[in-house]
């Protein structure tokens, strides 16, 4: 089993526990209030940003072309998250840029940009995995269980449950696998980023 199967496997009682989340249950049923979605674009359109930048400060120290171009190919998928969010942001007449960080997503992006800025290329790839990973479960996992058709959300589902976004998880995992080791450090980082994972989620619940 590869690193990042392990890794993931370790932590399926925290995946589980996201799917199960209030928050991602009302985005599959349709239930979750307009408001509350619209304040979860605002703060994972500031999350994203972060998340690009951590992409970069990889790519920066990346040891070989090969990887460099894999945080580049990466690089591109953050942009198109956020050109989801901006559609949505449109639509709805909400205004990322007007929006203050809350505590669970300063506390999430804090974390992978110290991660970013002062650990290996192999641990911030830890601490970003589980981003990936989860939110590619998330939109098979709620694809397969069937959407309500009257959703609001049916997009974010499809977007998170598209194949390519799948691959980019692949992508992300495949580097962790050349560029980490299963040492407590990295246990460590990617468990973090999955409970600050859930946090957010909590966080997007009034």
Not at 129 to 150: I, N
Request: proline share 5%; with cysteine.
């Amino acid at each position: 089993m590869s690193l990042a199967r392990r890794l993931w496997v370790d932590n399926a009682e925290l995946a589980g526990r996201a799917l199960a989340h209030p928050f991602v249950r009302g985005v599959a049923d349709g239930s979750l209030p307009r408001e509350v979605f619209s304040g979860y674009v605002a703060q994972d359109a500031f999350f994203l940003e972060a998340f690009a930048r951590a992409y970069a400060l990889a790519l920066a120290a990346s040891p070989d072309t090969e990887t460099v171009l894999a945080f580049a190919g990466l690089i591109a998928g953050v942009r198109d998250e956020l050109s989801m969010h901006a559609a949505y942001a449109a639509r709805w007449g909400v205004d990322p840029s007007t929006t203050f960080p809350a505590e669970a997503t300063l506390a999430y992006t804090e974390f992978l940009l110290a991660t970013a800025a002062t650990g290996t290329v192999g641990l911030v790839c830890a601490a970003m995995t589980p981003c990936m990973r989860l939110y590619a479960h998330l939109g098979q996992s709620l694809a397969v269980e069937g959407v309500a058709a009257d959703s609001p959300y049916g997009s974010w589902v499809t977007a998170y449950a598209d194949p390519a976004f799948g691959i980019l998880a692949d992508q992300l995992e495949a580097l962790l696998d050349a560029h980490a080791t299963d040492t407590p450090a990295v246990r460590t980082a990617y468990g973090r980023a999955m409970r600050l994972e859930l946090a957010f989620f909590d966080a997007a619940i009034p």
